[in-house]
């Protein structure tokens, strides 16, 4: 059983630029919740797909928002890069919305 | 909204000793809770969930923890650490009315063990 897996694994962009961070869940799983976490904090919600609706989101602004595919797999896209928004962007997946999570390794964001 | 602080950013204990890693919440309803862990440059994986059944909650690599309504605490504890426990372990809570999802989670700021020989 593949488990939750998360590319790229690391992206330097610029401010201003635009990214597309990806996320495969793990086989079976129709939820898939986004988080960020700057260096030395927790990680914070962004959003959460459940069968492809979004289902709730954090306190980030508009410029962060997301996709859910029929085969579950997600992405995330940031537009307006700021300082800020560099992070380790992590990815969960879980059958159904009362279920664990399983999280993915992240994919680092750096943004110059 | 709710909340959870982790008391200690950094904790340090020898091989053998007990660790005791610290976590508070705030909440209006009934949580759910959980430990992760951390090692570096990977994802976080769960040691342990609270879901409002036994408070002492049993969880993987010989940690426990006990949710304390009365002092709002859900600390993380392990008899004896090893070398392989030394990560960042984090609190969080479940963002979700009811604790009805695991989903939407508050997380704290984190607390890391080291362990010396």
């Known amino acids: 059983e593949t488990g939750v897996t998360q590319s790229p694994t690391h992206l330097i962009k610029t401010r201003g630029q635009q990214v597309t961070l990806r996320c495969s869940s793990q086989?079976?799983?129709?939820?898939v919740s986004w988080y960020q976490q700057a260096l030395g904090q927790g990680p914070q919600f962004i959003f959460q797909?459940?069968?492809?609706?979004?289902?709730g989101r954090g306190n980030f602004p508009p410029r962060f928002s997301g996709l859910q595919f029929p085969n579950y797999s997600s992405e995330l896209n940031v537009n307006a890069l700021e300082l800020d928004d560099s992070a380790l962007y992590l990815c969960?997946?879980?059958?159904?919305?009362?279920?664990?999570?399983?999280f993915g390794p992240g994919t680092r964001l750096t943004v110059l | 909204a709710q909340s959870v602080t982790q008391l200690g950013s950094h904790v340090s204990v020898s091989e053998g000793a007990l660790v005791l890693l610290r976590c508070n919440y705030s909440s209006s309803v009934p949580p759910y809770l959980f430990w992760y862990v951390q090692y570096p440059n990977q994802g976080l994986q769960l040691l342990l969930k609270?879901?409002?059944?036994?408070?002492l909650v049993k969880g993987i690599n010989g940690f426990e923890a006990e949710f304390k309504k009365s002092e709002t605490s859900f600390h993380l504890t392990k008899p004896s650490a090893h070398m392989s426990d030394a990560a960042e372990y984090f609190c969080?809570?479940?963002?979700?009315?009811?604790?009805?999802?695991?989903?939407?989670?508050?997380f704290g700021q984190g607390t890391i063990l080291t362990v010396h020989p």
């Open positions: 969080a809570v479940s963002d979700e009315a009811g604790g009805t999802s695991y989903g939407k989670l508050t």
């Open positions: 086989s079976g799983h129709n939820t």
């Open positions: 609270y879901t409002s059944a036994a408070t």
């Open positions: 969960a997946s879980s059958l159904g919305l009362a279920n664990e999570q399983f």
């Open positions: 797909y459940y069968r492809e609706e979004e289902n």
